[in-house]
């Protein structure tokens, strides 16, 4: 389960897809600790076909949900049955977009570490590209309107199993596309048996290494979040 990530700022996000964000304010900016129900970037195709950066909760909501609280846990699709399950089935199949992230984290169960107030914890990882490069995220969005009557526009990241060279640090990870996969992915017309081979023909260059404890606090956002630890905590 990926449960945290890094966002790029908007001037990183436009020179890498040359598009802006709608309505732009520069309202987006680097985040070093993303965490569910916060509000990020997605790329989604506008009504006239073009991509275009629009702003999401990281959580889906379906358009169809009714229940009186939001529901929970929604950040994340497994690829293996978001062709299936009711949550997530109409987004992968006509509702597709990508997230732009620099990296993400992932506890590694294997090893522990030292919380700032001595408690024993698993061991965060920080996890990117080899060059640092951006990378696009294979996600889900929906439109839900709220009691309020206000349109909420909220997205989840897909997960695959991991590959060969991070899986001993988890065994899950974010389904990352190509850049010559971005327009196939984000098209409404592809049937889901490609979307199914899409996913699974993902394999970017991915490397690991461990992290401070502080970014388990949602708190902390800030780039000493990513320095490499040079010894145990």
């Given amino acids: 389960m990926c449960g945290r990530y ?29 965490a569910p129900s916060m509000t990020v970037p997605m790329v989604i195709l506008g009504e006239q076909g073009e991509a275009e950066v629009v702003a999401a909760r990281w959580g889906l909501i379906p358009g169809w949900w009714k229940k009186p609280g939001l529901p ?5 699709a497994r690829s293996e049955e978001a062709a299936v399950k009711p949550m997530w089935r109409h987004s992968y199949r006509t509702q597709r977009c990508l997230m732009p ?15 700032p ?11 990117h590209a ?7 995220f294979a996600g889900l969005w929906s439109t839900w309107q709220g009691p309020d009557a206000q349109q909420v526009l909220s997205c989840a990241l897909l997960t695959r199993a991991a590959l060969p060279s991070i899986r001993a640090i988890h065994a899950r990870m974010p389904v990352v596309l190509a850049p010559e996969q971005f327009d196939r992915w984000l ?9 199914d081979a899409l996913v699974a023909s993902t394999g970017p260059q991915i490397v690991g290494y461990p992290v401070s404890t ?9 780039p000493q979040l990513l320095q490499p630890l040079t010894q145990p905590e």
């Avoid at 620099?102 to 506890?107: A, M, R, T």
């Avoid at 098209?187 to 979307?195: G, H, K, T």
């Fill in 214 to 222: 502080e970014v388990n606090n949602t708190r902390n956002d800030y």
């Fill in 130 to 136: 080899p060059d640092d490069s951006l990378l696009a």
């Fill in 72 to 76: 929970t846990l929604t950040f994340n």
């Fill in 6 to 34: 890094v966002s790029p700022d908007e001037a990183a996000m436009e020179r890498y897809w040359h598009i802006g964000a709608r309505d732009s304010g520069r309202w987006i900016r680097r985040l070093y600790n993303v």
């Fill in 117 to 127: 107030s001595g408690r024993e914890v698993k061991q965060p990882y920080y996890i």
């Fill in 101 to 115: 992230a620099q990296g993400w984290y992932e506890w590694n169960a294997r090893e522990t570490a030292r919380s």
């Fill in 187 to 195: 098209s409404p017309e592809l049937p889901v048996q490609d979307l």
